[in-house]
């Protein structure tokens, strides 16, 4: 298990055991995070799983594809150079202890 701390706006934080390979929006999804919608299921067409990720962190991420980028143009909260879409970050044991933060809203 991956530990993904997932901190709210208020910079509360909710650490969350994630299956490697799991997406990061499922698990807040079942887990019951607030701030995380994720309302397409990870099919990579709402945007609503927006998220800023730890910038000390984000080059150990895969880079966003072109669909992933085009999405980000459309987040309701403001896009930030280390925004991403959680559903598009996979648990792995690279990514333990990362942090991501959850924007003030979705819609």
Not at 36 to 59: K, Q, W
């Amino acid at each position: 298990m991956i530990r993904i701390h997932y901190v709210d706006p208020d910079g509360n934080t909710t650490t969350l055991n994630v299956p490697d390979g799991q997406n990061l929006m499922q698990a807040a999804v079942q887990n019951g995070i607030d701030g995380i919608v994720g309302e397409c299921g990870g099919s990579l067409v709402c945007a609503t799983c927006h998220c800023y990720v730890d910038p000390a962190r984000l080059s150990e991420l895969n880079p966003p594809t072109d669909e992933e980028l085009e999405l980000l143009d459309e987040v309701a909260a403001q896009r930030k150079d280390n925004s991403r879409l959680s559903c598009q970050i996979k648990a792995s044991a690279a990514l333990d202890d990362l942090s991501i933060t959850t924007p003030e809203t979705q819609y």
